[in-house]
């Protein structure tokens, strides 16, 4: 497996990685998010480097909660970024 895993948060947020930071320190709920979005994008990956083979409705699956994830995400990052 290759050492860069795509779509990881530090990547997608990158001019936001201070705030992603903070709020990764004092908001517990954003921190649950950003650890399993976290798993869920690793997951992902192994099944798309073919480490790791799962049924395609369990890799839609992932895919589709990857999304909800980081919708939720990047909703709570543009929240925090308007408040700042």
Known sequence: MSQHTPNELTEIFKR?????????????HFAKLADEYHEVNRAVHRN?????????EHAAALKAQRLGLLDEITA?????????
């Open 16 to 28: 936001d990685a201070a705030l992603v930071s903070k709020l990764k320190q004092n908001d517990a």
């Open 48 to 56: 798309e480097s073919e480490v790791e083979a799962l049924s395609d």
């Open 76 to 84: 709570i990052v543009a929240k925090a970024r308007t408040d700042a």
